[in-house]
């Protein structure tokens, strides 16, 4: 069992910038790929970035590349989410997720095992 808690969010104007962490419990986190995922209001939630087990591999989707940074330490048991150039279609609720297994390209939600909370970032224009 893993439980996964999210920090971070905040209000920050498009163009700022914005850190997520997600820090989990319990000592098998390098066991898991890690990913984020963020659902706007009245939308569905939607895949954001995932990394393998040790950090090597990493996976975004089209809208965020080159923006958001994705990463591990697996010492501090905790995943983070780096988010730069923020766009106002950006603002959602974050949530971390994990999953067991190798892959990084799975982007479906009902295939991670373990979810957080969650965290809002809403981004100004």
């Known amino acids: 069992q893993v439980q996964l808690v999210e920090s971070g969010g905040g209000l920050v104007q498009g163009g700022g910038s914005l850190r997520l962490s997600c820090a989990a419990s319990g000592r098998t986190f390098s066991s898991y790929v890690m990913g984020w995922f963020r659902q706007a209001p009245g939308k569905e939630r939607e895949f954001v970035a995932t990394?393998?087990?040790?950090?090597?591999?990493?996976y975004y989707t089209d809208s965020v590349k080159g923006r958001f940074t994705i990463s591990r330490d697996n010492a501090k048991n905790t995943v983070y989410l780096q988010m730069n150039s923020l766009k106002p279609e950006d603002t959602a609720v974050y949530s971390c997720?994990?999953?067991?297994?190798?892959?990084?390209?799975?982007?479906?939600?009902?295939?991670?095992?373990?979810w957080g909370q969650g965290t809002q970032v809403t981004v100004s224009s």
């Open positions: 990394i393998s087990r040790n950090g090597d591999r990493t």
């Open positions: 997720a994990g999953r067991t297994g190798m892959a990084v390209t799975v982007t479906t939600p009902y295939e991670y095992n373990y």
